[in-house]
C-alpha cells in the first residue's frame, strides 16, 4: 500500500499519474481528504433506502474503502469495487471485506446484490468520450442486470451548477506529519454532454508538506467531470429498466441522490 511518503518520492523524482487514472499515484493522498467525509451520513442514508432483509450490498467506486468498512458487518456479503488498483489497495488494508479492481461502466455481476451504491458524487467522472453510448447509460444497465429482483440503486451526483469553467476550489487536509493544499481548477469542454448537463476537466494541483522532514513536494493530475441535470438521471434510470425511481435529499456530500428500484 502506498503512502503519503511514497507521493512525496515520487513526485520528487518527477512522477506524474497518468491522466486516465488521477489516484494511481493520488490515492494516499485522496485518503487523507476522506477523513473528513460523514461515513456514518451515507451509512445512514443507505440503511434509510435499502430493501427490507437486504443480504447482499455492492459498493461501486468504492474507493480508499472508508464507507465499505463503515457498513460491511450490517451484510452477509459486501463487495467493493474500484476501477483504480491504487484505490484497491488502499481499502484492503482497511477492511476485510471482498474489494475488487473493475469499472462500472463493463462490469456485470448477474442478479448478486440486493442493494448497489455508487456514492460520493463519483458519477462525475462519467463524462462521455467521442460518440460511443454514454458511460450514465451503461453503468445504471449494468447496475440493472447486477441487481436481485426488487433490488436498489443508490447513487448521488453534482448538479450542472457545480460544474463552471474557470471555477476555483481550495482544500487543506492534515494527516500528522502531513499538511496537503488542493487545488482544483475546472474546464469545460462541452455545455451539454449527452443532453445531461456540462462536462470537461479537473485540474487537480497538490502541494504536500512534511512538517518532520522539512519536505514539499507538488503533484498535478487531471480526471474528467460532468454534472447531471437531476431529470437527466431519472431519465436514464428509468430508461434502462428500473419501474421506480426517485429524487431524494443526498448524503453529507454536495448534489443530489438518486433510489431506484428494479421490478420484482
Known amino acids: ?151 436498489v440503486l443508490l447513487c448521488d451526483f453534482i448538479s450542472p451548477s457545480s460544474v463552471i469553467d474557470g471555477h476555483v476550489m481550495e482544500a487543506i487536509a492534515t494527516d500528522d506529519p502531513y499538511q496537503i493544499t488542493r487545488t482544483i481548477v475546472t474546464r469545460v469542454t462541452d455545455p451539454d454532454a449527452g443532453g445531461l448537463g456540462p462536462a470537461g476537466r479537473y485540474t487537480y494541483a497538490y502541494k504536500i508538506q512534511d512538517h518532520r522532514t522539512n519536505r514539499t513536494a507538488r503533484v498535478s493530475a487531471t480526471a474528467s467531470i460532468r454534472g447531471y441535470r437531476p431529470t437527466g438521471v431519472l431519465r436514464t434510470a428509468l430508461d434502462v429498466g428500473f419501474t421506480e425511481a426517485a429524487l431524494v435529499e443526498s448524503p453529507p456530500e454536495s448534489g443530489d441522490a438518486l433510489v431506484a428500484r428494479k421490478p420484482k
Open 1 to 151: 500500500m502506498q503512502t503519503v511518503a511514497d507521493v512525496i518520492d515520487a513526485a520528487s523524482a518527477e512522477c506524474r499519474p497518468p491522466s486516465d487514472d488521477v489516484y494511481s499515484l493520488l490515492a494516499p493522498v485522496y485518503d487523507v481528504f476522506a477523513q473528513t467525509i460523514d461515513y456514518d451520513a451515507y451509512a445512514s442514508f443507505i440503511r434509510r433506502h435499502e430493501p427490507k432483509d437486504t443480504s447482499a450490498i455492492g459498493l461501486f467506486a468504492c474507493g480508499t474503502g472508508r464507507l465499505l468498512a463503515t457498513v460491511a458487518n450490517r451484510y452477509d456479503i459486501a463487495v467493493g469495487f474500484d476501477r483504480s488498483s491504487a484505490m484497491v489497495s488502499q481499502a484492503t488494508a482497511r477492511t476485510d471485506a471482498a474489494i475488487v479492481v473493475a469499472d462500472l461502466r463493463t462490469c456485470v455481476v448477474q442478479g448478486r446484490f440486493d442493494v448497489i451504491t455508487i456514492l460520493g458524487n463519483s458519477l462525475a467522472h462519467l463524462a462521455p468520450k467521442n460518440n460511443g453510448p454514454d458511460p450514465l447509460e451503461l453503468s445504471f444497465s449494468n447496475v440493472f442486470e447486477s441487481l436481485r429482483p426488487g433490488g
